[in-house]
Each structure stands twice: as structure tokens, then as C-alpha cells.
């Protein structure tokens, strides 16, 4: 992310950043390694597999064996319903706070935080879309890495969003 800019155009820079925007993108950072995590336990116990139907699970918004398992913690790690429910409400939360970033990325006069933002924008809503499809065929393995590739890139593209309300480029209104 440093790379074409030397230290002293980057503290230059962040005189400029966007407070805000910063903050909404640390938050988006935080959910979405906190999601990645929820995404390796889902596929860690083969919770994809479990429940094939969007938006409810099984009928239900929340599985009626999600919490049948003993110890009642272990429900948590171990219940598959509990688990790709939980993956599916953070998703829905990262998405909420994605689509706030977003709208308030519009405000931003710097086209390269606009930017940053668009592209974390558009690879929200493919990665929301690939784990619908996911889940709807039953994760076979393909469409099951292809999501986690998406998530990869999708934690790339957060954390270029935030960087780019940390240390916005200068713009220039002239051309030439």
C-alpha cells in the first residue's frame, strides 16, 4: 500500500485523512477478519452443508437445534446450525456497516477514497452473492473456495478503503 509514495508524502498525506471514513473503515476491518474467522469455523465443521436454504434456515430465522449440543458453550464451535447462523448474521452486519462506509465514502471530495470505497462496495456484494449461491447448492467445494477467495480479496479491498481515508492522495483539479 506504500509502494509510489515516500514517507514524507505519506505523513504529508495523513494531515489530510478522513477521520471518519477512518473510523468506519477500522470498524469494516475488524468485522470482516472477525468473519473470516466465523467463515473458517463454518467450513472447519462442514456447517455449509447443513442448512440449504436463504434467507431462513430450514424454515426457522434461527435453527431449533442451534443450541442442543452440552456444554452449552461448545454450541457456539461445534453446532453447525448455531455456527452458520452466527457466519450469517455477522455477514449481515459487515454489510450494514460496508453499505453506511459506502454511502458516506459519496461525500468525500478525493476520488481515490470514492474509489477504494466503490471497489470494497462492489466485492461486498459478490461476496454476499457467492455465499448465498454457496449455501444454496450445498457448498460443493468449488463454489465453497471460490467464497473464501472472495473473502480474501474482499479483506484486501477493506483494508484499501481504510488506507485510503488514512493516507488520501492528493488530487488535482487541472489537468495537464
Known amino acids: 500500500l506504500r509502494l509510489g509514495r515516500s514517507e514524507a508524502e505519506l505523513i504529508q498525506a495523513r494531515r489530510q485523512r478522513n477521520e471518519g471514513l477512518m473510523r468506519w473503515g477500522s470498524l469494516l476491518v475488524v468485522l470482516a477478519f472477525a468473519q473470516i474467522l466465523l467463515g473458517a469455523l463454518v467450513a472447519g465443521i462442514d456447517a455449509g452443508r447443513t442448512y440449504n436454504d436463504w434467507p431462513l434456515m430450514d424454515g426457522d430465522f434461527l435453527p431449533f437445534t442451534a443450541f442442543n449440543l452440552e456444554p452449552?458453550?461448545?454450541?457456539?464451535?461445534?453446532?453447525?446450525?448455531?455456527?452458520?447462523?452466527n457466519h450469517r448474521m455477522l455477514g449481515y452486519l459487515?454489510?450494514?456497516v460496508g453499505i453506511v462506509a459506502w454511502w458516506r465514502s459519496r461525500r468525500s471530495a478525493l476520488?481515490?477514497?470514492?474509489?477504494?470505497?466503490?471497489?470494497?462496495?462492489?466485492?461486498?456484494?459478490?461476496?454476499?452473492?457467492?455465499g448465498i449461491v454457496t449455501v444454496l447448492w450445498g457448498?460443493?467445494?468449488q463454489a465453497a473456495i471460490l467464497h473464501q477467495l472472495g473473502a480474501v480479496a474482499l479483506f484486501v479491498l477493506v483494508i484499501?478503503?481504510?488506507?485510503?481515508?488514512?493516507?488520501?492522495?492528493?488530487?488535482r483539479i487541472a489537468r495537464g
Open 72 to 85: 452449552y458453550w461448545s454450541n457456539y464451535l461445534e453446532n453447525p446450525g448455531l455456527v452458520q447462523f
Open 94 to 96: 459487515l454489510a450494514l
Open 111 to 130: 476520488g481515490d477514497i470514492r474509489g477504494a470505497f466503490d471497489a470494497m462496495a462492489a466485492m461486498m456484494v459478490l461476496q454476499i452473492a457467492l
Open 139 to 141: 457448498a460443493p467445494w
Open 160 to 171: 484499501r478503503a481504510r488506507f485510503a481515508a488514512l493516507y488520501p492522495r492528493p488530487q
